[in-house]
């Protein structure tokens, strides 16, 4: 089966720090994409950041990072240098191997304060 | 960038009235849509697979009849939820891939649409 866990329901960070949320998942699959989502008070899906698991290079936007762990299945973002706008709640999510739809782990309720 | 719209984005009707929601591809074609629920601080849930030109594929618990789904065109999908009852009030959100701009599987999410059903 293919389960996404996030185990941090609230998070918070103060302005201009960082924080890191973590994300595990299970699957059989070798190849695959991973995925952050951001979801504000407006509740657009944005696309944070996308790793693809056959690159061991952790992919970087901007001051959102990855620590993606192949082998312990563990897949993490790291905000850095937190803002005001980055409140929102992020969801973890990849895939499903026979749909293509996504899965997504009960995600984590950020709130960055001033 | 792939944008994906929905519409409307709130509707509030009466118990036992169907009200249908638009999901479109502004500038791109998506073979394949899907459609998510969300409840209240909650994740997102899969409803269904919606396939241009063909039956959409239903989640296990989702009622086919009551949550009908069209794909007319590689740019439009509509839920329609049928006879709606209070217990259908939520949150649905629409996507569609669109590999061709940032590959492998990335989904586009629609604004969503807030039902509330008195």
């Known amino acids: 089966a293919q389960t996404v866990t996030q185990s941090q329901p609230e998070m918070s960070v103060q302005e201009a720090e960082t924080v890191t949320l973590s994300c595990t998942y299970d699957?059989?699959?070798?190849?695959?994409?991973l995925f952050w989502y951001k979801q504000p008070p407006s509740r657009q899906m944005i696309l944070v950041i996308r790793?693809?698991?056959?690159?061991?290079q952790n992919a970087t936007e901007n001051r959102f990072s990855v620590n993606f762990q192949k082998a312990a299945k563990s897949f993490s973002l790291k905000i850095s240098d937190s803002q005001l706008g980055d409140t929102a709640m992020y969801f973890c999510?990849?895939?499903?191997?026979?749909?293509?739809?996504?899965?997504f782990g009960a995600g984590t309720r950020l709130t960055v304060k001033p | 960038g792939a944008v994906v719209s929905q519409h409307p984005s709130r509707v509030i009707c009466k118990s036992g009235t169907s009200v249908k929601i638009e999901c479109r591809s502004l500038?791109?074609?998506?073979?394949?849509m899907f459609w998510y629920r969300q409840f209240p601080k909650q994740s997102l849930m899969l409803m269904a697979t919606s396939n241009e030109g063909s039956k959409a594929t239903y989640e296990q618990g989702v009622e086919k009849d009551k949550f009908l789904i069209n794909h007319a065109s590689l740019t439009l999908s509509t839920l329609t939820v049928t006879s709606a009852h209070p217990e259908d009030s939520s949150f649905y959100i629409c996507s569609a891939s669109y590999p061709a701009l940032a590959g492998g599987d990335t989904q586009y999410f629609g604004p969503g649409t807030r039902l509330t059903v008195l």
């Open positions: 699957t059989s699959e070798n190849n695959y994409y």
């Open positions: 790793q693809e698991a056959y690159k061991q």
């Open positions: 500038d791109f074609q998506a073979t394949t």
């Open positions: 999510a990849f895939p499903s191997y026979n749909n293509n739809d996504m899965r």
